[in-house]
């Protein structure tokens, strides 16, 4: 804990009484992140089928951004300047291979620059085309 003292003086040099405030202290704590599967809520995912993810992030004081990365059969990557709860959408390639793996990764920053943990989250992909 922090204690502040103060006195006042008045004009004619006359001090009142010393005020004291005890003020606890607390560690910023880390960021937190959050990122899970929109639609379809499970299983794995098809050629050409649209799916979405869900991100967030939450602090002790504030967050300034959420960086999410994804690779497989397409990459992205995007900064997002809050963590506000947001929903990314997406498409799988129609050329996406059977077996190929989507890895997304999620990591917040708060406004004192400590980063929260790297969170994942893999989504498969079955072949969806026709037989032909």
Do not use: C, H, W, Y
Not at 54 to 60: C, K, L
Not at 65 to 70: D, K, L, M, R
Not at 84 to 112: I, K, M
């Amino acid at each position: 804990s922090t204690t502040f003292r103060a006195i006042a003086t008045d004009r004619f040099g006359n001090d009142g009484p010393i005020a004291e405030l005890a003020v606890n202290v607390l560690s910023n704590q880390p960021p937190t992140v959050s990122l899970t599967r929109g639609q379809p809520p499970s299983g794995p995912l098809v050629n050409g089928q649209n799916f979405s993810l869900v991100i967030s992030a939450g602090d002790d004081v504030a967050v300034t951004n959420v960086t999410v990365i994804g690779i497989g059969p397409f990459g992205v990557f995007t900064n997002l300047p809050n963590g506000n709860p947001r929903v990314l959408a997406f498409t799988v390639p129609a050329n996406a291979t059977p077996g190929s793996l989507f890895q997304f990764r999620a990591q917040a920053t708060d406004s004192l620059g400590q980063l929260s943990s790297e969170v994942t989250l893999d989504l498969a992909v079955t072949d969806g085309s026709a037989p032909g």
